[in-house]
């Protein structure tokens, strides 16, 4: 059974910086097609950025060029860096893993971790 925690989320000023990790369990993540989303308040979720099999890497125009994910093969952990942080990015940060699914839609995601807040105070 795949499973996944999330961590790294917290209060940040406007313009800072922060690293969310995604610990995956139960299958190597190299194997794994990776996304993260988020999720403000009375919103969809948004796609934010995915890293497939091989290593490549596909973000949202909302965040490309400021936040940036990767794994870690050796330790199976995801990362989400995010830097030049907005209010307008205060939300619950979702990671997701699929073996085969792969791509911007959060149907394509069979394992979801809890989430971590995110908030960016002005």
């Known amino acids: 059974q795949v499973q996944l925690v999330e961590s790294g989320g917290g209060l940040v000023q406007a313009g800072g910086s922060l690293r969310l990790s995604c610990v995956v369990s139960g299958r190597t993540i190299s194997d794994l097609n990776m996304a993260w989303f988020r999720q403000a308040p009375g919103k969809e979720y948004e796609f934010l950025s995915a890293?497939?099999?091989?290593?490549?890497?596909y973000y949202a125009d909302s965040v490309k060029g400021r936040f940036m994910i990767s794994r870690d093969s050796a330790k199976n952990l995801g990362y989400l860096q995010m830097n030049s942080l907005k209010p307008e990015d205060t939300a619950v940060y979702y990671c997701?893993?699929?073996?085969?699914?792969?791509?911007?839609?959060?149907?394509?995601?069979?394992?979801w971790g809890q989430g971590t807040q995110v908030t960016v105070s002005s």
């Open positions: 890293i497939n099999w091989s290593a490549s890497t």
């Open positions: 997701a893993v699929d073996p085969s699914n792969f791509g911007r839609q959060t149907y394509g995601y069979n394992y």
